[in-house]
């Protein structure tokens, strides 16, 4: 049996002086989370991460670029 796994898509500062306008920062870069398990002990591995990425999809069309996730099987 195997495990899923996820990581999140996050947004940060990469600004030398930290500059940051109204919220707004003068540059920024995207970076990954560690893997964490969402599932364990799955048996079939092929449908469930087809339902992950599908919900993923969803709530990326609905939020935006910042719910982008990463799903993976782990042995």
């Known amino acids: 049996m195997s495990n899923?796994?996820?990581r999140s898509c996050y947004e940060y500062n990469n600004d030398p002086q930290r500059r940051c306008y109204n919220g707004?920062?003068?540059?920024?870069a995207r970076g990954w989370t560690e893997w964490e398990v969402v599932e364990y002990a799955v048996q079939d591995v092929p449908d469930r991460?087809?339902?992950w990425k599908e919900l993923n999809e969803?709530?990326?069309s609905q939020r935006g670029v910042?719910?982008?996730r990463e799903f993976r099987e782990v042995e």
């Not at 707004?24 to 920024?28: L, P």
Request: hydrophobic residues 45%; aromatic residues 18%.
């Open 58 to 60: 969803y709530a990326v």
């Open 4 to 6: 899923i796994e996820m």
């Open 49 to 51: 991460l087809k339902f």
């Open 66 to 68: 910042s719910a982008t």
């Open 24 to 28: 707004c920062h003068f540059s920024t």
